[in-house]
């Protein structure tokens, strides 16, 4: 049983369009990351949500604790927004440390020219 | 931006052999991470180290596994007998006190 489910599993978008990545989760969390992984692998940290929502640039992130569900949202796509983005949850009452995470499978996007 | 360094980018090893991985996390950082991703598969959680001991580490973390602070900069992965699962890639990250993670561009493991 996966804790964390990420829809849809591949998004393909023509440049320029609006994309959302939703993300459910079954267990109490006490935060949410969204990050994204480079073709060439590497990993970057978009957001840490505990609440709410976050903006930076044309990415925005929500978060529903009562639903369980976080969305990803990129306005104005572009190609070199082509990536996965990962969700992954940190379990409530669980340490201070941020990073013991359980990761979602991912969502392939790419945006075509 | 600050970054967290792994080295080496690549790694080919011959099971049952030891490897270490290495990491330069953030400075200025407190807590440390490993993590692991196996070829088309989720990203999965080994340990996290905080204060020079473990504060965390999952069910794949076992006996074969060690890390350590050696010294001011580096943070190390050491995996005692390599097995031919174990290859895959392999990230440090680190953070601080309910900061967001930074990520290292990952070590490819292949253990032939």
Not at chain 1, 83 to 110: D, E, H, P, W
Not at chain 2, 2 to 10: A, K, L
Request: glycine share 8%; hydrophobic share 35%; proline share 4%.
């Amino acid at each position: 049983k996966n804790e964390v489910e990420q829809s849809p599993q591949n998004l393909t978008a023509q440049e320029g369009e609006f994309i959302t990545i939703n993300c459910s989760y079954s267990v109490g969390i006490s935060a949410l990351h969204w990050l994204q992984q480079h073709p060439g692998g590497g990993i970057v940290s978009l957001f840490m949500l505990s609440s709410g929502k976050k903006k930076h640039g044309r990415l925005i992130a929500t978060i529903n604790i009562q639903e369980k569900h976080s969305s990803l949202h990129i306005t104005a796509s572009h190609p070199r927004d082509s990536a996965v983005y990962i969700c992954a949850v940190r379990r409530m009452n669980y340490g201070g440390s941020q990073g013991n995470l359980i990761f979602g499978k991912g969502t392939k996007l790419s945006v075509k020219p | 931006e600050p970054e967290v360094t792994q080295t080496p980018s690549h790694q080919v090893t011959q099971m049952g052999q030891e490897v270490i991985l290495r990491c330069v996390p953030i400075s200025n950082h407190l807590y440390f991470y490993w993590y692991r991703q196996i070829l088309g598969q989720k990203v999965e959680f080994l340990v996290s180290f905080y204060n020079n001991e473990i504060s965390e580490k999952s069910e794949i973390f076992d006996d074969q596994f060690s890390v350590e602070r050696p010294d001011g900069s580096n943070f190390t992965l050491k995996i005692r007998s390599t097995k031919l699962e174990d290859s895959a890639m392999y990230f440090c990250a680190s953070s601080g006190i309910g900061e967001k993670l930074f990520f290292g561009s990952g070590t490819q493991l292949s253990v032939l």
